[in-house]
């Protein structure tokens, strides 16, 4: 099968994790993965008791809303000249991933930024490419703790409350 993305959000300049560009990996950033990096967390469902004997639900709410932890994925292209470096350059990548520290996503044409965790990822085509590489296209899903949008700070605390980050080091919950 012979495979090339359609549509690609940036170069692979663009984007960097921990300073390394994801170039270095011979990645891109496929279609939807901008999309998925800007959407907020869905909020949590409330306990509902539901009796026969009784019209109506009771929730159970102290009036904050909560929401579900911030995931994002990230859809990739891993393009290289050999099966072989394809292969150890895909694993390459998932091995500076997958360690105890949190990592940073920096897209420097849009000045955005997101720290996050390593939390799966899934491929979804092993191919020869157009071009005559070998490509790779997986989906990266991340959790997010804290992302910057040019000047504003967010963070995700653990039960997904986003806290924007004032310019006096206060915290205003959103």
């Known amino acids: 099968m012979i495979f090339d993305p359609l549509l690609i959000d940036g170069t692979p300049t663009e984007y960097q994790i921990d300073g390394t560009d994801l170039a270095d990996y011979g990645l ?24 026969d004997s009784q019209d109506g639900a009771v929730y159970d709410s102290d009036g904050s809303v909560n ?15 050999t099966i ?10 998932l091995h500076d991933l997958i360690t105890p520290n949190s990592k940073e996503l920096f897209r420097s044409d849009k000045i955005e930024s997101y720290e996050f965790y390593y939390d799966s990822n899934s491929v979804s ?12 296209v997986f989906d990266l899903t991340i959790h997010i ?13 653990d039960s997904g409350l986003i806290m924007l980050l004032t310019d006096d080091g206060k915290y205003l919950k959103r």
């Open 145 to 157: 703790l804290r992302y910057s949008i040019g000047d504003d700070e967010y963070i995700v605390d």
């Open 125 to 136: 085509n092993f191919c020869r490419l157009h071009s005559g590489l070998w490509g790779i």
């Open 84 to 93: 072989e470096k394809c292969i150890r350059l895909y694993y390459t990548f």
């Open 28 to 51: 891109i950033i496929l279609e939807g993965t901008e999309k998925s990096l800007k959407q907020l967390p869905k909020n949590k469902q409330r306990l509902t008791i539901s009796l």
């Open 67 to 81: 929401t579900e932890s911030t995931k994002a994925t990230l859809k990739l292209l891993l393009r290289a000249e």
